[in-house]
């Protein structure tokens, strides 16, 4: 499986940016796709997730209610919208792949994850 990340770019505070993530190669008929983003200097951390079968979600609590992610089966893509911005938001934002069962504590492990696309740099500005 290949992850594909885009949509990064530069934003001023309280604007919008969407992410996209396309899993390309051997498809499965459930799995879990999650967000995750490093900030310099810091640990990578979860941001939201979702059950590719189910639509089940969970959000960190620093982006509730800003940020939102979707998936198409279609295209086998996973959406991170995300509203408001804010300079802690800058980072490198990374789309994993997990082909286990959607668990609402594991998501937010990045030990599970068997799959990881490059990154893409989201940049907020005061």
């Known amino acids: 499986v290949q992850l594909q990340a885009s949509g990064g770019g530069l934003a001023q505070a309280g604007g919008s940016l969407r992410l996209s993530c396309a899993a390309s190669g051997r498809t499965y008929s459930n799995y879990v796709m999650t967000w995750f983003r490093q900030a310099p200097g810091k640990e990578r951390a979860f941001v939201a997730a979702v059950s590719w079968r189910r639509g089940y979600t969970r959000y960190a609590d620093s982006v509730k209610g800003r940020f939102t992610i979707s998936r198409d089966n279609t295209k086998n893509t996973v959406y991170l919208q995300m509203n408001n911005l804010k300079p802690e938001d800058t980072a490198v934002y990374y789309c994993?792949?997990?082909?286990?069962?959607?668990?609402?504590?594991?998501?937010?492990?990045?030990?599970?994850?068997?799959?990881w696309g490059r990154g893409t740099l989201v940049t907020v500005s005061s």
């Open positions: 994993a792949l997990d082909l286990g069962e959607f668990n609402s504590v594991a998501v937010a492990n990045t030990r599970v994850y068997n799959y």
